[in-house]
């Protein structure tokens, strides 16, 4: 090195110390950060304006709206058929369990009921919806920690699920099957088999994820004891499904207000932790899924004979009234609230999601944190954005 | 991992399936709770229980039911009860006479909802008793000329998010709430969507092309077939 290279070398750290210096004084107050619209932990468009102080959060508010389509506003002209191609929307990755309160409401004003062999199915297609879309979660969890492998399992296994939806109903992701007294369809031939065949693969899904995440070290550190809910708090503001139950609150809407679906003609238990935090939520879903698969068999294995679908007039007015049903989606609670008029199409109907309740927590849950725990509390509540913005 | 599933097996599970005898205990208790704030109330068969309560003690209703152990806040929203039944489908010349000041004012019906009413708005809330494995819907009608109503935020932090929602949807305000922004539209977004009166632009631009997802039927035919449907619709008992 020449001498005045290595002179200008020297000026140029001394130059650096002193911006250094300066920078010391300068101020350092609270930082907003801007986490989305595009992130994978949004699963859709969420932001989420973060106020940091160093390296822990503040305030956090989530910014929505993105992707909101007036799903309330457009059922009011809408016919009762034709809203359930809306209703797909709101959880696009659960549609087919998202038809099954609203016609279950439309059946209630109307005082029909679906036969045996129909209310069956959909329950079976229900836990299939909640497989699929637990299977995603679940490998999706990795992907907020830093790991990529638990992903692309998931996706290819939620694909054997999804062609079976596929299979009876025609739709990937947007099935359209229920009817106001039944199904469109029966189940095509051989398929009870073949469905037989991807529940055990998916147990065997869970296991790996098990193995891959739930007793891997790295983890268990990120997620334990990060974003504990307690439950009174997930009980004020109104938390369901999983992330209500990994609080430790025992309470699944399956069994405890069953609207009239095959879950009471069989065993199955409610999986529940006391932690309330992202470890607990994981848990609880990964325990679901395994429990669904178990249910799925159980269904297919009682599964009565009969018609699908109940005599239903062909153009379908329903008598002035109102109903509230509710179900136990993948996500959590959603219930349609339903006024009828005695015409063609409702009067209003209150969409009760989920992920709306889910996410309006974040606010609280997220002060204090630090920021990457932002990302894996955000993605162990699991919202879809459609189910918060309707 | 699997070796530490929490023991929950000592918790009974109730149900809220516990029938129209329950309740009808449960009303009589919230009644009993509640007292003058109730106004009607209302139970659907093999449903749901309604309460409409006073607007006024809107708040202390949620404060009493919630130590009664219905501390578990499903969903608040409120519902319009204009008539428009023009307005469903081909709605011009509904809403052209809501831009009218002269026009008359528009009807309101809210004596088919469960346990009435008597305003243009109603407030809706469901709340759950996972313990005793109940669930209420409150309602209480929101006065025409202010129509606005005590925030239940500190009773049920959920209710925040929902007030919110509610205030740009249909234009009521809540009482203490601190923080009234919109939730979903725009900040510059005029007008509050879901009230009946609200226009839906989408319509107006590009007629509906279908009223019934059937088949058109001939005119000629059109009377006869209707009756018949009607007809049918009665003997299956849908028109009770």
């Known amino acids: 090195m020449t001498a005045t290279s290595d002179q200008a070398q020297r000026a140029y750290v001394a130059a650096q110390a002193a911006d250094a210096r300066v920078n010391v004084e300068l101020d350092t107050g609270d930082m907003t950060l801007n986490i989305g619209p595009q992130h994978p932990a949004t699963h859709g468009t969420l932001r989420i304006a973060c106020q940091l102080d160093g390296e822990q959060v503040i305030m956090a508010e989530p910014i929505m709206g993105y992707m909101h389509r007036g799903y309330e506003k457009l059922c009011e002209v809408r016919t009762y058929p034709q809203c359930t191609t809306l209703i797909n929307r709101i959880d696009w990755l659960g549609s087919f369990a998202n038809e099954v309160p609203f016609i279950l409401a439309a059946e209630q004003l109307m005082e029909v009921e679906a036969p045996p062999r129909a209310q069956w199915i959909r329950t079976i297609l229900f836990e299939l919806s909640r497989i699929a879309n637990l299977a995603l979660f679940l490998g999706d969890m990795g992907v907020q920690v830093g790991a990529l492998t638990p992903v692309f399992f998931a996706f290819r296994d939620r694909e054997r699920v999804l062609n079976q939806i596929e299979a009876a109903t025609g739709g990937r992701f947007h099935p359209n099957f229920d009817r106001i007294g039944g199904l469109k369809d029966d189940l095509p031939k051989g398929w009870i088999d073949e469905t037989r065949a991807v529940m055990a693969k998916m147990r065997g899904f869970c296991d790996e994820m098990e193995d891959l995440l739930v007793g891997n070290e790295i983890f268990q550190t990120r997620c334990r004891g990060v974003g504990v809910i307690p439950a009174d708090v997930a009980l004020g503001y109104g938390l369901s499904g999983a992330n209500l139950r990994a609080s430790g609150v025992d309470w699944d809407l399956r069994r405890d207000a069953n609207p009239g679906l095959a879950w009471n003609e069989i065993d199955w238990r409610v999986w529940t932790h006391p932690d309330g935090d992202s470890f607990a939520r994981y848990w609880v879903r990964l325990q679901e899924t395994r429990e669904a698969t178990y249910m799925v068999e159980k269904l297919l294995d009682g599964l009565p004979g009969g018609p699908i679908m109940a005599k239903v007039p062909r153009i379908i007015k329903v008598p002035a009234g109102e109903a509230y049903v509710s179900t136990e989606n993948p996500l959590g609670e959603m219930g349609y609230y339903v006024v009828s008029k005695g015409d063609l199409g409702p009067f209003r109907v209150k969409i009760r999601t989920p992920s709306f309740n889910n996410i309006s927590i974040v606010p609280w849950v997220m002060k204090g944190v630090y920021v990457p725990d932002v990302i894996t509390i955000l993605g162990s509540l699991y919202f879809i954005l459609g189910d918060i913005d309707r | ?240």
């Open chain 2, 1 to 240: 991992m699997s070796d530490e599933a929490p023991d929950n097996d000592e918790q009974v599970a109730i149900g809220s399936g516990q029938g129209d005898a329950g309740r009808e205990a449960l009303r009589s208790e919230l009644e009993d709770l509640l007292g003058a704030a109730v106004v009607d109330s209302h139970i659907q068969e093999g449903q749901n229980l309604w309460l409409r309560v006073e607007a006024g003690r809107w708040q202390d209703v949620a404060r009493s039911l919630k130590g009664a152990g219905f501390n578990y806040f499903g969903f608040l929203s409120a519902i319009d009860w204009t008539v428009a039944p023009e307005g469903r489908y081909e709605d011009t010349e509904f809403d052209a006479g809501l831009d009218d000041d002269d026009a008359e004012p528009v009807a309101i019906d809210n004596t088919t909802g469960h346990a009435g009413g008597d305003t243009r708005f109603q407030l809706l809330m469901q709340l759950h008793a996972p313990a005793r494995g109940a669930a209420v819907l409150v309602k209480a009608d929101v006065p025409d000329d202010a129509p606005v109503i005590d925030t239940l935020r500190d009773v049920f932090p959920g209710a925040d998010w929902h007030e919110r929602e509610t205030h740009e949807m249909f234009g009521i305000g809540f009482t203490g709430h601190p923080q009234l922004v919109p939730i979903y539209l725009p900040t510059e977004f005029e007008g509050h969507p879901l009230r009946k009166d609200f226009p839906l632009l989408a319509r107006h631009v590009k007629p509906w092309p279908g009223v019934v997802d059937i088949e058109e039927i001939p005119e000629h035919l059109e009377a006869e077939l209707e009756a018949a449907v009607m007809a049918e619709f009665e003997a299956s008992g849908g028109g009770e």
